[in-house]
């Protein structure tokens, strides 16, 4: 599965950005797909997870009632809608998708197919 993010770029604090992330290739069947990113100088951290029903998404408690995670599975697209951004939301976005199950975890080992990123500034 190889996945192509699209939608980053720069908004001033308390705007909103639509990522969007489309997969390709040996797709059939995905299972959950979510967001990770990673902020200069920091770990790796999860943002949100969707599973193939797109019931119950899952969010990291810093970005819950801010961030929405939606899919379409007959386009095989996972987007985040951010709102109310700020500026510990700037990083790298990377969209992720995994064959082997359909619950979201937090885990990054549990996801095979990774995009390339893609650059969110939230200046203040």
């Known amino acids: 599965v190889k996945l192509v993010e699209s939608g980053g770029g720069s908004v001033q604090a308390g705007g909103s950005l639509r990522l969007s992330c489309a997969a390709a290739?040996?797709?059939?069947?995905?299972?959950?797909m979510g967001w990770f990113r990673q902020a200069p100088g920091k770990e790796r951290e999860w943002v949100a997870g969707?599973?193939?029903?797109?019931?119950?998404?899952v969010y990291q408690f810093s970005v819950r009632g801010r961030f929405t995670i939606s899919r379409d599975n007959a386009k095989n697209t996972v987007d985040l809608q951010m709102n109310s951004l700020k500026p510990e939301d700037t990083a790298v976005y990377y969209c992720?998708?995994?064959?082997?199950?359909?619950?979201?975890?937090?885990?990054?080992?549990?996801?095979?197919?990774w995009g390339q990123g893609t650059q969110v500034i939230v200046s203040s």
């Open positions: 290739g040996d797709i059939l069947p995905i299972g959950a």
């Open positions: 969707i599973s193939p029903s797109a019931t119950s998404p």
């Open positions: 992720v998708a995994t064959q082997r199950a359909y619950t979201p975890t937090s885990s990054a080992f549990n996801y095979e197919a």
